[in-house]
């Protein structure tokens, strides 16, 4: 049976909902007036995906636009949405519910404004300040995190693990008295021989996570830095490196938060969708870590991954 006439309205607008990029632009514009690039960053889909799905939010009256030198801004339309609209889209927020995604997008929106608030040239030149220009123009943009690199200690002994083509241990190796390479592939172990070919302070070993080749007590510090998503059993790999860390000595994780990207299983072997930080201490107290510390890590807005979070961890 064809729809009558007087249900027309009504399939067009569950037709526009039905997409689930374009429930995300209407939430975030119903919480904040925001450009095609700052709701492309927001979203990590491409410009003309978003501008896509603003037009046909656009045309069925969703949204309404409005001109700010050559941007085009948009926001929901609040004020001109019919009442049977205004209706279907309290009922369809609360259907949406809490999820990840939603919680990650809101994550990157904070960040874009605080964009709009320091960078001089993020948002249409409105906000003024030059001394963050100036001084990149004068020494570059990673000065800073070199220099802080320097409160690590000359006399520590810190294992990588799971160290990929040697990134970390190649930044750790001239600081530190020793760093131990460990990764359970040997393709990447000899990328990251290759790579550190000139140091000679690193020792590369192949193993899992919950099988280390590392002496018990032996570590001031461990990083298990991306890699804990990809380990079947996390409880156990806590329980190994808690065994080869000095008492007092340190875990420094970093991964992802908890996200609903399933297709990671599938096309990169991911074991786990991120972690929170309920489970990183069931964990960790059964290891015998304490003293948690989980920070999720401001938003890369140039990165298409999920978010990540940092925690560290002490041996008792």
């Known amino acids: 049976m064809s729809a009558s006439p007087d249900h027309l309205p009504l399939l067009h607008r569950l037709t526009t909902l039905s997409?689930?990029?374009?429930?995300?632009?209407?939430?975030?514009?119903?919480?904040?007036?925001?450009?095609?690039?700052?709701?492309?960053?927001?979203?990590?889909?491409?410009?003309?995906?978003v501008s896509r799905h603003l037009k046909l939010l656009h045309d069925g009256g969703w949204i309404i636009k409005r001109t700010e030198g050559t941007a085009s801004l948009?926001?929901?339309?609040?004020?001109?949405?019919?009442?049977?609209?205004?209706d279907l889209w309290s009922l369809t927020r609360i259907q949406l519910g809490d999820s990840p995604t939603f919680h990650q997008d809101d994550a990157r929106l904070d960040e874009v404004l605080a964009e709009r608030r320091t960078d001089s040239k993020s948002f249409f030149g409105r906000v003024g300040g030059s001394w963050d220009d100036l001084r990149r123009d004068l020494f570059g943009e990673g000065f800073t995190a070199s220099a802080l690199l320097s409160l690590i200690s000359s006399d520590w002994i810190v294992a990588d693990l799971g160290c990929g083509t040697g990134n970390a241990a190649e930044q750790l190796a001239p600081l530190v008295k020793k760093v131990i390479a460990v990764d359970r592939e040997p393709a990447m172990l000899e990328a990251a021989r290759k790579r550190l070919a000139g140091l000679t302070n690193i020792d590369f070993k192949q193993g899992e996570l919950t099988a280390l080749p590392i002496e018990s007590e032996s570590l001031d510090v461990a990083l298990v830095f991306l890699v804990l998503h990809h380990v079947l059993q996390p409880a156990q790999a806590f329980t190994e490196i808690a065994r080869a860390i000095k008492p007092g000595g340190t875990l420094l994780i970093v991964d992802m938060l908890s996200h609903d990207r399933e297709t990671y299983r599938h096309t990169m072997?991911?074991?786990?969708?991120?972690?929170?930080?309920?489970?990183?201490?069931?964990?960790?107290?059964a290891a015998g870590l304490?003293?948690?510390?989980?920070?999720?890590?401001?938003?890369?807005?140039?990165?298409k991954g999920p978010g990540l979070f940092t925690a560290t961890l002490r041996k008792s």
Do not use: C, N
């Open 74 to 86: 948009y926001r929901i339309a609040d004020t001109s949405l019919d009442a049977h609209a205004r």
């Open 19 to 49: 997409d689930v990029a374009r429930l995300r632009v209407l939430r975030l514009l119903d919480r904040q007036e925001l450009s095609v690039g700052e709701l492309a960053k927001t979203l990590q889909l491409p410009q003309s995906t």
């Open 269 to 285: 072997g991911h074991q786990h969708l991120g972690f929170d930080e309920k489970q990183l201490r069931t964990w960790a107290k």
């Open 290 to 303: 304490r003293d948690l510390k989980y920070r999720p890590l401001r938003p890369d807005m140039d990165s």
